[in-house]
């Protein structure tokens, strides 16, 4: 389970990465995606 996840997140980094290489401007936006995946990613350890 958790290599097919850890594979979804390095796909989603990256993803994130080229948006913002490419559009400076979504900076917040890129800032809030961290900002949900650190929440998510705490939610799941917590459970």
Same mark, same amino acid.
Request: glycine share 4%; charged share 15%; hydrophobic share 55%.
């Given at each position: 389970m958790w290599p097919h996840d850890l594979r979804d997140v390095l796909v989603f980094v990256? #993803?994130?990465i080229q948006? #913002?290489?490419a559009n400076w401007f979504l900076q917040d936006v890129v800032d809030a995606g961290f900002l949900v995946f650190d929440l998510v990613i705490?939610?799941?350890v917590g459970r």
């Amino acid at each position: 389970m958790w290599p097919h996840d850890l594979r979804d997140v390095l796909v989603f980094v990256q #993803y994130l990465i080229q948006v #913002y290489s490419a559009n400076w401007f979504l900076q917040d936006v890129v800032d809030a995606g961290f900002l949900v995946f650190d929440l998510v990613i705490l939610h799941d350890v917590g459970r």
